[in-house]
């Protein structure tokens, strides 16, 4: 084994299980860090691609893993944003184009360059390698993406905030969720725990539609206002023209239209949630009352920067189950089943 030859995590191929196998991180460049990953997080996103339901193909084996927190090994030569010993996280994507309009916006995950935004994993990076994740002890990055992350929170409660957090936190702000907005956050998974804590720290009034009341008590100590389960046929009738802002969070199909009548007049349903299949939207849902219906996706460096000061300030983390590698797939099983509370981290000591 070479230096550059790490242990990691890996589906060999769409739908298998994960395997324990090792992978090569590239050589150190003169702005590349050199990361020992101590935690990294599983998002549903991860099991959406794991599966293939974002399409078959890809890139097999494919080694999941982008809410990374870590500490910095070592620096190429001419690194001058981060020094070894630093706490580091890395979430998403690890590069882009650096010179379109989005990315000189610091919105690289909207990068229209010919490089695109570079996923950390199943993505052809600059130097024509696939991108491997952070279900491995190692990873090698360029400085400029990957993010300080503040003493004040814990490194394994900080590694769900790299896509979690950040995914909740742009929306919110976009919005301008603040004092006086009544905000629902649909699905309390991963990002949607997440999302109460922020809109709750940014002083908005929260609601959670949940499936059941089987979390409420949890609901509540995050710091919802109210929750509501959404198998109730009452829940639509009584919040009917409640909302400014409706966040999404739920990884399956769900009837958009219902939850549409529950914002009020120019209130916006923002979509997170990325299910296989196309939702449907009756245009009329929208239109009698200049409803939008919107989308967005994680945020940029500057934003993910942000975030990370402002959970630090708030006492914000993520509420996490520390879990040794080897219970990987039965941690996905628990996902698929919304039995997480609320995140599950992989401690990469057991990688
Ligand atoms: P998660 O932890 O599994 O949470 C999803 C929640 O959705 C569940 O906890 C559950 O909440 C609810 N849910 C699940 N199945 C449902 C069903 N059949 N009907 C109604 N509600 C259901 O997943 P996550 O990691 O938060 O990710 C959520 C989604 O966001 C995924 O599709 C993921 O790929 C996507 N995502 C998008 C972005 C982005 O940038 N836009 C970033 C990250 C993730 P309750 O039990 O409370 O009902
Ligand atoms: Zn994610
Ligand atoms: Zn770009």
């Keep these: 084994m070479t230096q550059n030859t790490v242990h990691a995590y890996a589906a060999p191929s769409p739908k298998a299980p994960l395997e324990r196998t090792t992978i090569v991180r590239r050589e150190l460049g003169e702005h590349d860090i050199l990361i020992d990953i101590k935690f990294a997080g599983i998002c549903h996103s991860d099991i959406h691609t794991v599966r293939g339901e974002w399409g078959e193909g890809g890139h097999f084996p494919l080694v999941p893993g982008h809410e990374i927190a870590g500490v910095v090994a070592e620096v190429g030569p001419g690194v001058t944003r981060h020094r070894p010993g630093d706490r580091v996280?890395?979430?998403?994507?690890?590069?882009?184009?650096?010179?379109?309009?989005?990315?000189?916006?610091?919105?690289?995950?909207?990068?229209?360059?010919?490089?695109?935004?570079?996923?950390?994993?199943?993505?052809?990076?600059?130097d024509g390698q696939v991108t491997q994740g952070g279900y491995a002890t190692r990873l090698v990055v360029d400085e400029n993406y990957a993010l300080r992350i503040p003493e004040g929170i814990a490194l394994d409660a900080a590694a769900p905030l790299l896509c979690a957090?950040?995914?909740?936190?742009?929306?919110?702000?976009?919005?301008?969720?603040?004092?006086?907005?009544?905000?629902?956050?649909?699905?309390?998974?991963?990002?949607?725990?997440?999302?109460?804590?922020?809109?709750?720290?940014?002083?908005?009034?929260?609601?959670?539609?949940?499936?059941?009341?089987?979390?409420?008590?949890?609901?509540?100590?995050?710091?919802?206002?109210?929750?509501?389960?959404?198998?109730?046929?009452?829940?639509?009738?009584?919040?009917?023209?409640?909302?400014?802002?409706i966040l999404n969070t739920v990884s399956a199909d769900l009837d958009l239209n219902a939850y549409f009548g529950l914002l009020r007049t120019d209130g916006t349903f923002v979509q997170l949630g990325a299910p296989e299949h196309p939702l449907s939207v009756a245009p009329f849902s929208l239109i009698t009352q200049r409803k939008a219906f919107a989308g967005s996706m994680i945020g940029g460096i500057p934003e993910t920067q942000e975030m990370l000061d402002f959970c630090a300030g708030h006492g914000i983390a993520a509420e996490i189950e520390l879990i040794e590698a080897e219970r990987i797939n039965e941690a996905y099983e628990r996902v698929l089943a919304s039995d997480v509370r609320y995140r599950f981290v992989i401690d990469a000591a057991t990688i």
């Design 89 to 126: 996280g890395v979430g998403c994507f690890v590069d882009s184009c650096r010179a379109c309009e989005n990315c000189r916006a610091g919105l690289q995950q909207y990068c229209t360059g010919e490089l695109g935004s570079v996923g950390t994993y199943g993505a052809i990076g600059r």
């Design 165 to 245: 957090g950040i995914t909740v936190y742009s929306p919110l702000v976009h919005w301008q969720a603040g004092p006086g907005k009544k905000v629902a956050v649909v699905g309390l998974g991963g990002l949607g725990h997440m999302a109460v804590k922020i809109a709750h720290a940014m002083g908005a009034e929260v609601t959670v539609l949940s499936q059941s009341l089987r979390k409420k008590d949890d609901g509540l100590k995050l710091g919802a206002d109210h929750y509501r389960a959404t198998s109730d046929p009452a829940t639509f009738e009584e919040l009917a023209g409640t909302f400014d802002l």
